[in-house]
């Protein structure tokens, strides 16, 4: 095992402190991994550069990613990235924070925001958000999702990428996870305060009809023959009559 995988499983084996506020429990459990933070994420956090192709912003377009961390989601964006207009990248974790400033330093278009993702508001309606693998580490994500579509256009874009288990009896045309893994990986991901949950794409396909759903499989690092699953979202806000 080499020495960066080691520092994160450390961090992942200690899990998420259980006291102070969310903002200095994210800091205490991303601190001492954030420098490896992204190596470790690309064999975890699948499906990331499926969401920024799905999502496609245009040249000029206003985005902002919930819950952003290193900012490391920018580079599925390729070259489309300095054709947009502006990008927010907001999250609570100043170490992780720390990490996106570095990676956006040569980026006029891009700003980095310590907030809340429930709360923060951008000056003006812009057309797309993103929340990647940050949705069930919120513990108010109902309040998260509201507080998103408040920010977009009308006719904007919503998108979501995460893990997830699946209702014992899921909508027609959704996959069915049998009980074992509907009961293992919420209890895998509580201790690190990642808590997968069908409601969170329930939830998403009730508040935005307009929507395409996929949903897959991935492999864990150090989980030989675990597959956990994850979706990738993307919905549109109707357009005002």
Known sequence: MA?????????????????GTLAERLDAFYAPQAT????????????????????????????????????????????????????ELVDLCPALLNQARRRTRRLPNCRVVEADAVSYRPAEPVDLVYFSYSLTMMPDWEGALRNALTMLKPGGTLGVVDFYVSDPAPAAGLARHGPLTRWFWPRWFAHDGVRPSPAHLRTLRRLLPDHCVFEHRA???????????????????????
Not at 4 to 18: C, I, K, N, T, W
């Open 36 to 87: 490896h933070y992204d190596g470790f994420r690309e064999r975890l956090l699948h499906g990331r550069a499926d969401l920024m192709w799905q999502l496609a912003p245009p040249a000029g377009a206003t985005v902002i990613e919930l819950g952003a961390g290193t900012g490391r989601n920018l580079g599925f964006l390729g070259d489309r990235l300095c054709t947009l207009g502006s990008v």
């Open 219 to 241: 492999p864990v690092p150090y989980l030989p023959g675990l597959r956990v699953p994850y979706y990738v979202f993307v919905g549109r806000v109707p357009v005002a009559a």
């Open 3 to 19: 020495r960066p995988d080691a520092q994160v499983l450390l961090s992942l084996v200690r899990g998420q402190p259980r006291h």
